[in-house]
């Protein structure tokens, strides 16, 4: 390894403190929003890469990631039923209206299958979630389906 790589590979967290950046970054992936700027699953696999360094336990890696993207999906389940079409106004979002349309269509022809599925469509990934949720489907199906999927994304 060159030796500039080495060096920020030895400054980057280990320990706890890695495992609970992977849950932050697997969170933000999954919001409504966010997720459609942020490069989570590039982040996730590098991560992955870094356990397989030594940073962590690959075990440990893998149930931050998945717990982060289940708060992500709840959370962003939780706005859209609780605020719904509000968002739909919000500036940043009126920009991207051709996706929420995208994900709301994909909602509505798979149903619940779509939560699972959606989970690994990098583009719709947090928004799937906030459709849900808008469109007011029963909590516990959806906690089923965002459970089976983050657990095998």
Same mark, same amino acid.
């Given at each position: !390894?060159?030796?500039?790589?080495?060096?920020?590979?030895? $400054?980057?967290?280990?320990? +706890?403190?890695?495992?609970?950046?992977?849950?932050?970054?697997?969170?933000?992936?999954?919001?409504?929003? @966010?997720? $459609?700027? !942020?490069?989570?699953? =590039?982040?996730?696999?590098?991560?992955?890469?870094?356990?397989?360094?030594?940073?962590?336990?690959? @075990?440990? =890696?893998? %149930?931050?990631?998945?717990?982060?993207?289940?708060?992500?999906?709840?959370?962003?389940?939780?706005?859209?039923?609780?605020?719904?079409?509000?968002?739909?106004?919000?500036?940043?979002?009126?920009?991207?209206?051709?996706?929420?349309? %995208?994900?709301?269509?994909?909602?509505?022809?798979?149903?619940?299958?779509? +939560?699972?599925?959606?989970?690994? $469509? #990098?583009?719709?990934? #947090?928004?799937?979630?906030?459709?849900? #949720?808008?469109?007011? !489907?029963?909590?516990?199906?959806?906690?089923?389906?965002? @459970?089976?999927? #983050? @657990?095998?994304?």
């Amino acid at each position: !390894m060159e030796q500039w790589l080495h060096d920020i590979f030895n $400054l980057l967290p280990g320990g +706890i403190i890695f495992a609970a950046v992977v849950l932050v970054i697997a969170f933000f992936e999954a919001l409504v929003g @966010i997720g $459609l700027i !942020m490069p989570g699953s =590039v982040l996730t696999v590098f991560c992955g890469w870094l356990a397989f360094q030594g940073k962590a336990s690959i @075990i440990i =890696v893998m %149930t931050a990631a998945g717990l982060g993207a289940l708060l992500g999906d709840i959370v962003s389940y939780w706005l859209g039923a609780r605020f719904g079409i509000h968002l739909w106004k919000w500036k940043f979002l009126q920009k991207r209206q051709a996706l929420l349309h %995208t994900a709301e269509l994909f909602f509505f022809e798979h149903g619940g299958k779509s +939560i699972f599925f959606g989970r690994f $469509l #990098g583009p719709i990934r #947090g928004v799937v979630p906030f459709v849900a #949720g808008a469109s007011h !489907m029963r909590p516990f199906p959806f906690c089923c389906y965002s @459970i089976i999927s #983050g @657990i095998l994304w």
